[in-house]
T-cell receptor, first 112, second 118 residues
């Protein structure tokens, strides 16, 4: 099955700086890569996703890049704000299997 | 707000008991999946229901079972509870067939049900 690895496990950044989280996946058939933000005591919230026919996608301060050859994808958050502090999860799935395989998560702390 | 609602939000059960968790999917979504999230870990896929039938299962024993109803809502049942079953149980809904339309299998999660087994 799919194995998703996520790094780093914790990330502390100064407010206004950028944060980058990287994930690798093992199944070359995976073609859908969402990112979720989870705040304490809440369920995962979809913040951005990317499909295999696209190399990069941006939504305001958040961007995701995908390298299918290397089987890795990354989340970039620019101009970080205190409300960006949360646990971020990457995930992967295939067209034929709606199951999401998640990374272990990255705890992001934005220092004011 | 994802439109996925779960109940109850918190519950405490004794080892050996049974529990039923409920989920209402987002309007228009016909597929429901259940995930288990232990403290400090990523969610783990339990199973998925589509058209009232199980459509894929993760590495969970048969004492984890589910149902999907004609209105696409769903239940997760866990029998013979063990201490390790203590976790956040997440329901996720999606619309099967989105892939062909190019929309992808966008999956939305509810806020979860916190289960503590003592």
């Amino acid at each position: 099955g799919e194995n998703v690895e996520q790094h780093p496990s914790t990330l502390s950044v100064q407010e206004g700086d950028s944060a980058v989280i990287k994930c690798t996946y093992s199944d070359s058939a995976s073609n859908y890569f969402p990112w979720y933000k989870q705040e304490l005591g809440k369920g995962p919230q979809l913040i951005i996703d990317i499909r295999s026919n696209v190399g990069e996608k941006k939504d305001q301060r958040i961007a995701v890049t995908l390298n299918k050859t290397a089987k890795h994808f990354s989340l970039h958050i620019t101009e970080t704000q205190p409300e960006d502090s949360a646990v971020y999860f990457c995930a992967a799935s295939t067209s034929n299997d709606y199951k999401l395989s998640f990374g272990a998560g990255t705890t992001v702390t934005v220092r004011a | 707000e994802t439109g996925v609602t779960q109940s109850p939000t918190h519950l405490i059960k004794t080892r050996g008991q049974q529990v039923t968790l409920r989920c209402s999917s987002q309007s228009g979504h016909n597929t429901v999946s259940w995930y288990q999230q232990a403290l400090g870990q990523g969610p783990q896929f339990i199973f998925q229901y589509y058209r009232e039938e199980e459509n894929g299962r993760g590495n969970f024993p048969p004492r984890f079972s589910g149902l999907q109803f004609p209105n696409y809502s769903s239940e997760l049942n866990v029998n013979a509870l063990e201490l390790d079953d203590s976790a956040l149980y997440l329901c996720a809904s999606s619309l099967a067939g989105q892939i062909s339309s190019g929309s992808g299998n966008t999956i939305y999660f509810g806020e979860g049900s916190w289960l503590t087994v003592v």
